[in-house]
């Protein structure tokens, strides 16, 4: 059996959160807008297409933050936490 690196797993890990908690939200969202709060389609799309704007924008400050201030580590791990 071949041993990964425990930085695979800790890429694993954060991509799994990441997308897992991206694509529910998506899709909840969506939901929401459309059926609770009887918002029309193309309007619905709109606000996700700013939500989706706003999570690539967030991303790149949480990486700065990362690089600057806190460390990866520390990053990663309230990310994980937050997402899951």
Known sequence: MISQTRNLFILFLSEFATRFSYWGIQSLLILYLMNKLHIPEVKTYEIFGIFTAFTFVFSIIGGLM?????????VLLTGIVVAL
């Open 66 to 74: 990362a690089d600057k201030i806190f460390g990866y580590k520390k």
